[in-house]
Nanobody
């Protein structure tokens, strides 16, 4: 049974930092590109950051470049998202997702992801 379990969200002040984690089980983690997406109230789910199977390639949404860092530990079946210089507009539910790929692709399209976590809330106060 596949599970993606996010953790690390919370309430932080603007300018603060968080580290989100997503623990995976039930599938061969190293065969999947991983991504982080977010969804604010009343808005669509948007791509935030993605990482290839080995971690060698990463890709970020323009809105988070320089502030967010995605990484993965295939030995621990876990993907991380380091978030710095948080802004109120970063407030959203953050989801991790897994996409089966060949090679070192990074995917960023929500509707092609194979598995999703339940999300973790990040709230940034001004």
């Amino acid at each position: 049974q596949v599970h993606l379990v996010e953790s690390g969200g919370g309430l932080v002040q603007a300018g603060g930092s968080l580290r989100l984690s997503c623990a995976a089980s039930g599938f061969i983690f190293s065969n999947y590109a991983m991504g982080w997406f977010r969804q604010a109230p009343g808005k669509e789910r948007d791509f935030v950051a993605g990482i290839s199977r080995s971690g060698g390639n990463t890709y970020y949404a323009d809105s988070v470049k320089g502030r967010f860092t995605i990484s993965r530990d295939n030995a621990k079946n876990t993907v991380y998202l380091e978030i710095h210089s948080l802004k109120p507009e970063d407030t959203a539910v953050y989801y991790c997702a897994a996409d089966y790929v060949l090679g070192e692709l990074v995917t960023h399209t929500p509707n092609i992801q194979d598995y999703w976590g339940q999300g973790t809330q990040v709230t940034v106060s001004s």
